[in-house]
């Protein structure tokens, strides 16, 4: 049995957002170190603010400013600070209910060690030294044995508020194709496509997932299809894609290999995007040192007959 295949991967993004009144208030007061919460109708006070009440949904607006001091109400240590995160030494993750607040915020508190670190312990903020808007203006918690630090009653007025933020969303992990599509993969690499059989429906799946979809069982019979196909069904890209070299507009498609019993996908090329067609004939075509086709062309066959590929749709 050949070793599974495995790699890091990375899946990352900017994420845009625009910001209510109360969010707007909120970021824009940490940018001037100020926390805002909003008052409840029932006279509680929550920090982080949110822009409907939890227990009744009523609309809140009445912004209240807290003081940058309170009490650790639980928490966390992180003995392996991540990429991204407040801290880039070991530090505690803790839920801290500021002075004033009825609900605790989650920050980082910077701590020589989980012995320094206990609930009801006080903290205080300490300030990013640049501020942009954003929860990072909160550079981390800190421990505090001083008085209770009293607001000056802000009202949650600010010139140049923030309207909007960006906010990178990013996972990484480590991903495995499974003996299946490992096998599948390291056939590309020989500019041969394989595929695995049903042994109870006798369909053949590229690429293969080690199990069929429709009847539930294990598959390990390899077939190999290809390398020629049929379009069954395509749709033209006119937004380009950012880093891609594709010029727009472009075509892409599902290819019932030969053989196979699945379509997959493709780009086609070699052939003007507004006459590429269900039943087209393609092939592949592979770049130097590519462990994939980079897309596929006309074969200059005759178009397949629609039931050959009626049920690939």
Not at 143 to 148: I, Q
Not at 180 to 190: M, P, R, V
Not at 198 to 223: I, W
């Amino acid at each position: 049995m050949p070793e599974v295949l495995k790699a890091p991967l990375v899946v990352e993004f900017p994420f845009t957002r625009s910001l209510g009144p109360v969010q707007s208030a909120f970021l824009t007061g940490l940018r001037e170190r100020v926390v805002l919460g909003v008052r409840t109708a029932d006279g509680r006070t929550l920090v982080p603010p949110v822009e409907y009440d939890p227990v009744t949904a009523e609309d809140i607006r009445d912004l209240v400013e807290v003081a940058p001091t309170g009490t650790v109400t639980t928490w966390a240590w992180n003995h392996a600070p991540r990429r991204g995160q407040p801290l880039t030494t070991p530090f505690a993750w803790v839920l801290v209910r500021l002075d004033g607040a009825d609900t605790a915020l989650l920050h980082a508190l910077d701590a020589p060690g989980p012995d320094a670190v206990h609930t009801g312990m006080r903290v205080r903020i300490r300030w990013a030294a640049e501020r942009t808007g954003a929860i990072t203006d909160i550079a981390c918690f800190e421990p505090y044995d001083g008085d209770r630090a009293q607001p000056a009653g802000h009202t949650g007025e600010f010139e140049d508020p923030v309207t909007g933020i960006v906010a990178a969303a990013r996972l990484d992990y480590t991903y495995s194709p499974g003996r299946a599509q490992t096998a599948y993969i390291n056939a590309l690499s020989g500019r041969r496509t394989v595929g695995e059989r049903c042994p109870s429906c006798r369909k053949v799946y590229v690429p293969p997932r080690g199990a069929c979809p429709t009847c539930g069982v294990a598959t390990s019979e390899q077939v190999e299809v290809g390398p020629r196909g049929t379009v069954t069904t395509f749709c033209i890209v006119n937004i380009k894609a950012k880093n891609l070299d594709i010029e727009v507009p472009y075509v892409y498609a599902h290819i019932a290999l030969d053989g196979a019993d699945l379509a997959l996908h493709g780009r086609i090329g070699g052939i003007p995007y507004d006459e590429v067609r269900m039943g087209l004939r393609v092939e592949p075509v592979w770049t130097e040192g590519s462990r994939y086709p980079d897309h596929y062309r006309p074969t200059g066959e005759p178009d397949a007959d629609y039931d050959t590929y009626k049920e690939l749709l």
